[in-house]
């Protein structure tokens, strides 16, 4: 299976390679209600999920389903309009696919977006978070199998997951900016049920700020990968479980895109300071 699944990525890094005149070295993927963060780069090519060859089809309400090329400061980049997620049937490494492919295109660097439930009783909805580490709560992962060893190591280290540098750059462009932001760390569940208050309870114990149910396949693809991460969360909604109040997608997606500019701001700001 794994030899099949480097060939389907060759084969659609090889399909996209043909219509850019320049390989990008930095992936942006963006999450719910922040697709629009994906068009401030200056586009000179766009496809159609369901146009590339192997890839897979995102299903999910405000992910456009587009692949976005171009340049920013200088700087060639690939951005997703949307991602793929295991509650929507895919497998931990069709989720992982696209990291794959940025990786034979040759990108350096993922900055990675997503609509998160805020844990921590400090944080508000529309605040941006820079993940400082994740929580793996899925039962899944993307490296399960056998081990391509041209793609990285058996046993990747995961104590810097996201990388320290590309935080910093995030935290300063924020201070630049006027933009407070949050720091944490984010529980990655398989959903699509939102979490009980109990579930609320037990995350917020062992020590979660903000819950998904994206960014972990991706993130640990990356690391095995050799990619730098940024991650950042748009905290849409602030769980208090002795209060419980429910949330609908539709809320979700109005705040992560009212926070959608100033995401855009901190992207900008840390692209042009790679």
């Known amino acids: 299976m794994m030899k099949n699944y480097k060939i389907r990525a060759i084969e659609t890094a090889e399909f996209l390679r043909a219509r850019i ?3 990008p070295r930095i992936g942006l993927m963006t999450g719910t209600g922040l697709g629009k963060s994906a068009e401030i780069l200056n586009i000179s090519e766009c496809v159609d999920y ?3 060859p192997h890839f897979p089809k995102s299903t999910v309400e405000s992910h456009a389903g587009r692949l976005l090329f171009g340049h920013m400061d200088g700087k060639q980049i690939m951005a997703m309009q949307g991602r793929f997620h295991l509650y929507e049937g895919y497998s931990p490494v069709e989720v992982a696919f696209p990291i794959r492919v940025m990786q034979e295109l040759g990108v350096k660097i993922l900055i990675l ?4 439930g805020g844990l921590n009783p400090e944080f508000n909805a529309g605040d941006i978070m820079i993940i400082e580490d994740h929580i793996n709560l899925t039962g899944s992962n993307p490296l399960i199998g056998p081990n391509e060893d041209s793609w990285g190591i058996r046993f990747p280290d995961m104590i810097h997951a996201y990388d320290k540098r590309l935080s910093a750059l995030a935290e300063t462009a ?7 932001l949050r720091k944490g760390t984010y529980a990655g569940l398989k959903g699509p049920s939102l979490e009980t208050p109990a579930e609320v309870r037990f995350l917020r114990t062992i020590g979660a700020d903000a819950v998904g149910f994206s960014t972990i396949q991706e993130v640990i693809t990356a690391v095995h990968a050799g990619v730098k991460v940024l991650g950042l969360s748009t905290i849409t909604n602030v769980h208090d479980p002795d209060m419980p109040v429910p949330s609908t997608v539709e809320q979700i997606i109005a ?4 926070a959608s500019p100033r995401m855009e701001m901190i992207i900008k700001n840390v692209v042009a300071n790679i």
């Open 21 to 23: 005149a320049k390989p």
């Open 174 to 180: 924020g201070k630049h900016a006027g933009i407070p």
């Open 255 to 258: 705040v992560a895109g009212q």
């Open 113 to 116: 977006t997503n609509a998160a």
């Open 50 to 52: 369901k146009n590339i």
